[in-house]
């Protein structure tokens, strides 16, 4: 049997085994999901969400910055690194605009 339990940071399996000697054997596997875009929402003031449609624009400045929902209607804004904005785009996180 596997069970998946989803947090907006980590992505963890769980697979229940059976052993040999009748007991339970709890094997907990962890994926990061590192390649997400996360903001601070505003209105609902939590940390850490998950940006959605996320769209990766260049400000005058030279700085980089994520423009997107939390899924639930509410827009949000990061700002990014280079390497982050151009690793965010290269691995189909967010589109350029650019």
Known sequence: MTLFLVNPVFLVACT??????????????SITMSKML?????????K?????????????????????????????????SEATALEAVKNGVAKKSW
């Open 16 to 29: 229940l085994k059976l052993t040999t000697s009748a007991h339970y054997l709890l094997t907990i596997n």
């Open 38 to 46: 996360t903001a601070y929402c505003m209105k609902t003031k939590e």
């Open 48 to 80: 850490n969400v998950p940006m959605q449609d996320a769209v990766i624009t260049k400000t005058a400045r030279g700085g980089y910055m994520a423009q997107g929902n939390d899924g639930k209607g509410n827009k949000m804004t990061t700002m990014l």
